[in-house]
T-cell receptor
Framework: QKEVEQDPGPLSVPEGAIVSLNCTYSNSAFQYFMWYRQYSRKGPELLMYTYSSGNKEDGRFTAQVDKSSKYISLFIRDSQPSDSATYLCAMSANGNQFYFGTGTSLTVIP | GAVVSQHPSRVICKSGTSVKIECRSLDFQATTMFWYRQFPKQSLMLMATSNEGSKATYEQGVEKDKFLINHASLTLSTLTVTSAHPEDSSFYIC????????????FGPGTRLTVT
């Protein structure tokens, strides 16, 4: 079983839709959770960082962590064509070793 | 925010030559940097963890003699691909770990290596 599972998509939504991206994991020791956005042929950009459980909101983005279910989510409200990218989840138990999801490809159609 | 640069952004080299890629943390000191390789439409594959002032830790299956990593200062790590072959052609991305408690990683823009 992989440490982190992420549906690769592709996911296609109309502009303005709410997007939900998810990852599941198997290691209950994970306590640092990150979401990255990667445009084609670019390095990943840190979008959200969450420690332990709970929600975090930043503009149109909301990250949720449910440690009891070993499930994390990233919500994008009022999605824009510029949000079209690959979204990677990442997590770590100690801040030293990180585990990445395979990424979900998102396309927002104008 | 934390900025990580990489140089060059793309390089084409002939088979058998060596290529050096630089990774710099521009506005913070990074005791730990990571080197990844990414194939088209695939996720990041960790190659090695680079710690300032000590030898890099390589992931299983990564040839340390082929991918030489040097982390000589708190803001610079280099990856040298020695005796490059066409199968080494890939997108190489570095990241630097933030000095904050969570240790989140900030990524460079990547280097596209093409070996002919």
């Amino acid at each position: 079983q992989k440490e982190v599972e992420q549906d690769p998509g592709p996911l296609s939504v109309p502009e303005g839709a709410i997007v939900s991206l998810n990852c599941t994991y198997s290691n209950s020791a994970f306590q640092y959770f990150m979401w990255y956005r990667q445009y084609s042929r670019k390095g990943p950009e840190l979008l959200m960082y969450t420690y332990s459980s709970g929600n975090k909101e930043d503009g149109r983005f909301t990250a949720q962590v449910d440690k009891s279910s070993k499930y994390i989510s990233l919500f994008i409200r009022d999605s824009q064509p510029s949000d079209s990218a690959t979204y990677l989840c990442a997590m770590s138990a100690n801040g030293n070793q990180f585990y990445f999801g395979t990424g979900t490809s998102l396309t927002v159609i104008p | 925010g934390a900025v990580v640069s990489q140089h060059p952004s793309r390089v084409i080299c002939k088979s058998g030559t060596s290529v050096k890629i630089e990774c710099r943390s521009l506005d913070f000191q990074a005791t730990t940097m990571f080197w990844y390789r990414q194939f088209p439409k695939q996720s990041l594959m960790l190659m090695a963890t680079s710690n300032e002032g000590s030898k890099a830790t390589y992931e299983q299956g990564v040839e340390k003699d082929k991918f030489l990593i040097n982390h000589a200062s708190l803001t610079l790590s280099t990856l040298t691909v020695t005796s490059a072959h066409p199968e080494d052609s890939s997108f190489y991305i570095c990241s630097a770990r933030a000095p904050s408690g969570g240790g989140e990683q900030y990524f460079g823009p990547g280097t596209r290596l093409t070996v002919t």
